[in-house]
């Protein structure tokens, strides 16, 4: 498949997933997350691959959903409607589910900033390792949303409770260094050795035995004890409730005009 927002790459074992819309800090529209779930069937179903590499053309990894272009224009209304059903089904979005299913390990080579989705996307990851530069946030709450699978169900699994409702409530954006700190990423590296560390890490990774990655893999998620399609039916249906409440269409627009959002709790 010939992609538009996404630069799919194989080499040595390890296939490199690019977000490219680097003008929009790679905010993700209909069409990105259509084709990051073929690039993901893609990978694990390649017989060849055995690491997949995630990252982010430009200065950022992911900014979440584009707003913008997604939610607010008027001349997109039908747009809207369709990334509504999207995110709101009887099971987690596609992509989620994809990755939460993936039978190979993933690396995510953070970049820049993963907000929103962004941060979703690197939670849903097995490793994260993070540039000087990279920021985090779970910034659904200052939209009147909630998050997806990442945000629910990985962050309190990787920085424990307290702090993932910390985040998760406040919306805080953290620097790298404080993503180390808590145990969100692995490893910090400068902005111009974030691939290479990456990709020696797959490469170590792709040179031990497959089967045995893919078991250890597996049994990690059956130690954790985590059920991904009730998780996601009632994320669904507290999205299907959210989308229609006051307080996110203000908190989009409040991000649109650049202001600061007044929420009334209806």
């Known amino acids: 498949m010939a992609f538009k927002d ?103 080579a953070v970049n820049g900033p993963a907000v929103g989705w962004g941060m979703d996307l690197a939670l849903m990851c097995d490793i994260r390792v993070a540039s000087e530069t990279a920021r985090f946030g779970e910034i659904f709450v200052l939209r009147g949303l909630i998050p997806d699978i990442g945000g629910i169900l990985c962050l309190p699994r990787i920085v424990g409770p307290s702090k993932a409702y910390e985040l998760l409530y406040t919306g805080d954006i953290i620097d790298a260094q404080e993503a180390l700190r808590i145990g969100l990423v692995s490893r910090v590296v400068a902005q111009d050795e974030l691939m290479d560390t990456a990709r020696a890490l797959a490469e170590k990774i792709a040179s031990n035995p497959s089967l045995a990655v893919r078991r250890i893999k597996e049994a990690v998620r ?27 269409k203000e908190g989009a627009t409040a991000f649109i005009e650049k202001r600061k959002p007044i929420f009334k709790g209806k």
């Open 6 to 108: 996404l630069i799919y790459e194989k080499e040595n074992n390890i296939a490199t997933l690019t977000l490219n819309r680097p003008e929009a800090r790679n905010a993700l529209t209909m069409q990105t997350y259509q084709e990051l779930e073929t690039a993901l069937t893609e990978a694990d179903t390649d017989h060849d691959i055995r690491v997949v590499i995630i990252t982010g053309a430009g200065k950022g990894f992911c900014s979440g959903d584009d707003v913008k272009q997604v939610m607010l224009d008027s001349d997109r209304q039908q747009q809207r409607k369709e990334y509504e059903k999207l995110q709101v089904r009887a099971k987690p979005t596609p992509a989620a589910a994809l990755l939460m299913s993936m039978v190979k390990p993933v690396i995510a």
């Open 222 to 248: 059956r130690g954790i004890g985590y059920d991904v399609d009730s998780l996601g039916e009632y994320i669904t249906q507290s999205l299907s409730l959210l989308f229609q409440t006051d307080d996110h």
